[in-house]
């Protein structure tokens, strides 16, 4: 089975998003959220990411879609997504496909909270990589409630430890495994 992976940040008052965009601009997070998303260990494999439909929309179109990694869509309705997406209607569904592709190393869940959410109440993850932005933000996207209680705080070793900080902004990158 391929790793199943939720990758996120999160400010303190759980917040993930505001108006369709990040309530932050971190060039290093972002750098991060890149290099996971996209490294494998096989140079022959590339990731998929899977991403709710208004996550799609929300990317620049400069972005999309994401280089480099197989882009996956769970939307309930749309359809007109552009040719090479892999659209699903759930994240289960995704992801029971994608197992099947021999081209994919991992998955990656991106967001948003739609998908976070079934993500994380079927237990569908194997690890994630959650970046603690430490301080509030304006949101009106935040990230389901859920208990690390099924999860173990892990340090990889290619990811910091210490508390980053940028533009003002202090954050920190944390790996959780399931149990």
Excluded at 93 to 107: F, H, R
């Amino acid at each position: 089975m391929k790793p199943v992976n939720l990758i996120t940040a999160i400010c303190e008052n759980n917040g993930i998003g505001i108006k369709g965009d990040l309530p932050w601009r971190l060039k290093n997070e972002m750098a991060y959220f890149t290099r996971m998303t996209s490294q494998t260990k096989n140079p022959e494999l590339q990731n998929a990411v899977l991403m709710g439909r208004k996550t799609w929309d929300s990317v620049p179109p400069k972005y999309k879609p994401f280089s480099n990694r197989i882009n996956a869509v769970v939307s309930k309705h749309k359809t007109d997504f552009p040719d090479g997406i892999l659209v699903y209607k759930s994240v289960a569904e995704a992801i029971k496909n994608i197992q099947s592709n021999d081209n994919v190393e991992s998955i990656w869940i991106i967001g948003g909270y739609g998908a976070y959410k079934e993500a994380l109440d079927k237990k569908l993850c194997d690890k994630l990589f959650i970046t603690r932005i430490l301080q509030e933000f304006e949101c009106d996207a935040f990230f389901p409630e859920f208990s690390l209680n099924d999860y173990i705080l892990i340090q990889e070793a290619d990811i910091s430890s210490e508390v980053q900080e940028e533009k003002g902004i202090r954050y920190e990158f944390k790996v959780y495994q399931k149990k």
